[in-house]
């Protein structure tokens, strides 16, 4: 089975600042999906950014980026120029496309980021 | 447009009651999930679906069934609800294809159910 690990239950920036959130996967397979979705107060699911494994280049959204590691199956979330909108839970996501458990989207258990004014 | 759509957004069942969450998409979407996401805590799949007539078990069905006889529907049923299943329930869908938006799941505004 598929397993996301996001070790950071809970962060804070200063507003303009970075900050970086972790997570890690662990799967057999080599064609994959990774993603970060984000969730505000309104509960609604919102896709951050996205990385097909098979692509070495790192995903890049404005201020959002990734740095995906294929061989320490590690995948975090740099968000730039932190904004008091960035205030909500990061959820990190995996999806396998092909082998066992294929199209099963597995998420982690969320980083709560707090923007401080 | 309406993408992914829940109903009821809000329901309160008692103890041994059963219900249905209905979840609608009108993307075409082939493949169909139902999450539940109990306070604090991330996603955990109930079941899915890659296509009309095929469903499977995620990380926790017990207690739960589902059905897709059509792309567009996949409810997911409670039978004989219990105080654990008191969570918000979250129905996504999604192409998984190359296309632009072709990998990107979609998700609905979810279900919170309250069992008393």
């Known amino acids: 089975a598929q397993t996301v690990t996001q070790s950071q239950p809970e962060m804070s920036v200063q507003e303009a600042e970075t900050v970086t959130l972790s997570c890690t996967y662990d799967?057999?397979?080599?064609?994959?999906?990774l993603f970060w979705y984000k969730q505000p107060p309104s509960r609604q699911m919102i896709l951050v950014i996205r990385q097909e494994a098979y692509k070495q280049q790192n995903a890049t959204e404005n201020r959002f980026s990734v740095n995906f590691q294929k061989a320490a199956k590690s995948f975090s979330l740099k968000i730039s120029d932190s904004q008091l909108g960035d205030t909500a839970m990061y959820f990190c996501a995996f999806l396998v496309v092909s082998g066992a458990g294929s199209y099963q989207l597995t998420f982690g258990k969320g980083t709560k980021l707090s923007v401080i004014p | 447009n309406a993408g992914v759509t829940q109903t009821p957004k809000f329901r309160i069942l008692k103890i041994g009651q059963s219900m249905t969450l209905q979840c609608t998409q009108d993307?075409?979407?082939?493949?169909m999930y139902w999450y539940r996401q109990d306070p604090g805590m991330g996603l955990k799949l109930i079941y899915y679906?890659?296509?009309?007539?095929?469903?499977d078990k995620g990380e926790v069905p017990n207690g739960y069934n589902v059905s897709r006889s059509t792309t567009e529907d996949f409810p997911l049923r409670l039978e004989l609800a219990a105080p654990s299943q008191t969570s918000v329930y979250f129905c996504?869908?999604?192409?998984?294809?190359?296309?632009?938006?072709?990998?990107?799941?979609?998700f609905g505004q979810g279900t919170r159910l309250t069992v008393v």
């Open positions: 993307m075409n979407h082939n493949y």
């Open positions: 996504a869908s999604s192409y998984w294809d190359s296309s632009p938006y072709g990998t990107e799941a979609f």
């Open positions: 799967t057999s397979e080599s064609n994959y999906y």
């Open positions: 679906s890659v296509g009309a007539g095929i469903t």
